[in-house]
Each structure stands twice: as C-alpha cells, then as structure tokens.
C-alpha cells in the first residue's frame, strides 16, 4: 500500500493536507517560541526597570539618612578628639598654674615664717 502511495503523483488536496497537518503546526510552534522568548526578554527587562525604580525610591532616604550619620559620626569623632586634647592641654595647664601656686605658697609662708620670727625677737 505504501508502494501505491509512493507511485502515486501528488495532488493539491494531498498538499493542501500535508500543509495543514505538517508544515503549518510546526511553523505555528516555531512562531510560538520565537515571540515567547521575546516577550520573555521585553518582560523582565520592564520587571528589573520597575524594580530597580522602585527599589531607587525605597532606598534613596536611606542612603540619604545614612550620609547623614556618617557625618554626624564625624563631627563628634573630631569633638571628642578635640575634648581630648583640650583635656590633655587643660591638665597640663592646671598642673603648670598648681607648681607655680605651690612655690608662691612657699614663698609666702617663708615671708610670714620671717615675719613672725622678727616679731618673736622684737
């Protein structure tokens, strides 16, 4: 029976049908595919779009509060290191008033120390 098709000549019906039941479908699949990977791709390069905005938007204060900090963290880091060494410079400072005070002390109590004893004498 095969032979007998094989020898018959084709007509336009049997093209006709092989079109429809062959070469139809598998360009439908093949059209299918092609515009399905390009929705794909137009898809989530909109998705990745809208969520790079979005996530842009969520974070911008962030980001902005964060700059914030940051420069609040310097300035106290730079008036702390200034309280410091304002300390250091202050103790030094009362260290250097308190020697001089000790001595003007001790020259005070030699003077009284005189004057009592010339007191005594007289």
Request: a neutral charge.
């Given at each position: 029976m095969l032979e007998n098709n094989l020898q018959k000549p084709l007509t336009l019906e049997d093209l006709g049908k092989f079109t429809e039941d062959v070469l139809l479908p598998a360009i439908e699949e093949m059209i299918d595919q092609k515009l399905e990977a390009?929705?794909?791709a137009k898809l989530e390069a909109k998705l990745e779009e809208k969520l790079e905005s979005k996530l842009e938007k969520k974070l911008s204060p962030i980001w902005q509060e964060l700059r914030s900090i940051?420069?609040?963290l310097k300035r106290?880091?730079?008036k702390v290191d200034?309280?410091?060494k304002a300390s250091s410079e202050d103790i030094i400072a009362v260290n250097t008033e308190v020697e001089k005070l000790k001595r003007r002390v001790t020259l005070v109590e030699?003077?009284?120390?005189?004057h009592a004893h010339v007191l005594q004498t007289n």
């Open positions: 390009k929705l794909e940051r420069q609040d106290l880091e730079e200034r309280i410091a030699k003077h009284v120390q005189n």
